[in-house]
Structures are given as C-alpha cells and as structure tokens.
T-cell receptor
Framework: AQKITQTQPGMFVQEKEAVTLDCTYDTSDPSYGLFWYKQPSSGEMIFLIYQGSYDQQNATEGRYSLNFQKARKSANLVISASQLGDSAMYFCAMRDNAGNNRKLIWGLGTSLAVNP | DAGVIQSPRHEVTEMGQEVTLRCKPISGHDYLFWYRQTMMRGLELLIYFNNNVPIDDSGMPEDRFSAKMPNASFSTLKIQPSEPRDSAVYFC???????????????FGEGSRLTVL
C-alpha cells in the first residue's frame, strides 16, 4: 500500500538559514508524483513544489527545492534563506500517476517555526 | 482569478442537526475534492469528482455523509445527522487535468471549520 511518512513533528530554524523537511514514501507503482504543500496558521493549503518519478532533475521553485532520492524513496523539501513567513505546517503527498488517478496520499505534516 | 470558494467558514451546530457545506471550484477545473482534516487523522480524502461525476467515495465515513456536484461550478457536502466526532475542518479543492508539469496540483479553499456540540 502507498504510504507517506514525515518523521519530524516539529522543526525550528533560525531566520535566513536553510532547513530540510523529511519525507519518505512507499509505493510499488513506477510512475508517481510527489507534492509539498504549506499550511500557514490561517488554514489554507498552498501548493509549493512537485516532483515526478521520472524527472531527471530535482525540482526547484524559488527558495524551495526537492531533494529527490528515488532509490531511498525520499523526497525532502529544502527551504533556503528561511523567512518568518515560512512558519507553517508542511505536508508531503504522493499520487500514483497511472491513468487519470487524482487521489493523493498525505503525510501527517511537519510544523516549522522560524526564529528571528 | 477567484480561487476555490467555500462556505460557511465556520459552523457550530448541535448533535443531530443537518450540516451542509458548499464549494465553488475554480472555473475550468474538472476535478473537485472534499477533504477532512483533524489533528488525530490528518488530511483524509472523502470523495472526488471528475466532470461532476463521483469517481472515488471510498473515504466517505458512513451513510450520514453525502456529496453532490449538480454542475461544474457547485458542490455540497452534507452530514445528516451530525455527531461530535464530525468536528473538523472540511476542505474543498479543485484541479484540472493538464499536460506536462504537475498536471493537476490541488488548489484548496480556505476550509469550513465545523464544530458539533
């Protein structure tokens, strides 16, 4: 069965430093996608970054990058130059990309606090 | 462009009452999802639609929950009768099937926080 594991319930980082949020996944499907979402205290879920299982390079979006290690089944989110506004819950999710499947499997999230 | 719009933002009701949550997806999106979020269970997919047709409702907890999508711009999630364990934040999200790129990242509404006393 597909599964997403986020082992860090809470993380702290100093403003302007980089932080890595861990995500490991389990799937037997050869084609899948990995997503990261941010949920600030206001509650809305915000899409950050996507990595396809066949993508040759690690995904990057501004200060966000995804450290994709396929053999280890890990898809860690790296946030560079942390800002106070990065304080939020971060969720990793996975989708089997076969056919028109649109069902995401979600981790339980990591709470990130950025200290000034 | 308007995002996913949910109403109400907050609902407090008593056990046994009917609750109806509403969602307007982003125009042009052909997938609509209903999620429930709690501290204990995280994000759970309840049901999703493609072109107004329910595709997977295996996450709907029980017969007290029902969802409809009468047209491309409106969906409801109904709980009847409501119970205290239904207290959660209910999110609606929409996406569209695309080519290349993320091909369907979800766009979420702000959620409806339900409290059942």
């Amino acid at each position: 069965a597909q599964k997403i594991t986020q082992t860090q319930p809470g993380m702290f980082v100093q403003e302007k430093e980089a932080v890595t949020l861990d995500c490991t996944y389990d799937t037997s499907d050869p084609s899948y996608g990995l997503f990261w979402y941010k949920q600030p205290s206001s509650g809305e879920m915000i899409f950050l970054i996507y990595q396809g299982s066949y993508d040759q390079q690690n995904a990057t979006e501004g200060r966000y990058s995804l450290n994709f290690q396929k053999a280890r089944k890990s898809a860690n989110l790296v946030i560079s130059a942390s800002q106070l506004g990065d304080s939020a819950m971060y969720f990793c999710a996975m989708r089997d990309n076969a056919g028109n499947n649109r069902k995401l499997i979600w981790g339980l999230g990591t709470s990130l606090a950025v200290n000034p | 462009d308007a995002g996913v719009i949910q109403s109400p933002r907050h609902e407090v009701t008593e056990m046994g009452q009917e609750v109806t949550l509403r969602c307007k997806p982003i125009s042009g999106h052909d997938y609509l999802f209903w999620y429930r979020q709690t501290m204990m269970r995280g994000l759970e997919l309840l049901i999703y639609f493609n072109n107004n047709v329910p595709i997977d409702d295996s996450g709907m907890p029980e017969d007290r929950f029902s969802a409809k999508m009468p047209n491309a711009s409106f969906s409801t999630l109904k709980i009847q009768p409501s119970e205290p364990r239904d207290s959660a934040v209910y999110f609606c999200a929409s996406s569209r099937l695309g080519t290349g790129g993320p091909a369907g990242e979800l766009f979420f509404g702000e959620g409806s926080r339900l409290t059942v006393l």
